[in-house]
């Protein structure tokens, strides 16, 4: 059975940090990707960032390249996303999801086909 499981969200004010964790089972870690999405109360969901459980490569959408990081630790299993300099508009419920099937990162939703339940984040003014 597969499982991705988030923890680290919370409310935090703004310019604050906060450190995302995901842990997978139930897949081969180095054979897969791990992303982070974010959905805000009446936005879509979006990708944040990806990283290769191969090699560790990341692909970040261009909001996340300066103030978040992806990291990765296989023997663990474990996926991270430290989130820097936080503002109102990074509130959301955070997802953690996984290719399973392969190591090459994207941020698109369909090629994702295992998810946590999310972990919420909100920022205050």
């Known amino acids: 059975e597969v499982r991705l499981v988030e923890s680290g969200g919370g409310s935090v004010q703004a310019g604050g940090s906060l450190r995302l964790s995901c842990i997978a089972s139930?897949?081969?870690?180095?054979?897969?990707?791990v992303g982070w999405f974010r959905q805000a109360p009446g936005k879509e969901r979006e990708g944040v960032s990806c990283i290769s459980g191969k090699d560790a490569k990341t692909f970040e959408s261009g909001f996340a390249k300066d103030r978040f990081t992806i990291t990765s630790d296989n023997a663990k299993s474990a996926v991270y996303l430290q989130m820097n300099n936080l503002t109102p508009e990074d509130t959301a419920r955070y997802y953690c999801?996984?290719?399973?099937?392969?190591?090459?990162?994207?941020?698109?939703?369909?090629?994702?086909?295992?998810w946590g339940l999310g972990t919420q984040v909100t920022v205050t003014s």
């Open positions: 139930g897949f081969t870690f180095e054979r897969a990707a």
């Open positions: 999801a996984a290719i399973s099937y392969g190591s090459a990162c994207h941020l698109i939703e369909v090629g994702f086909d295992y």
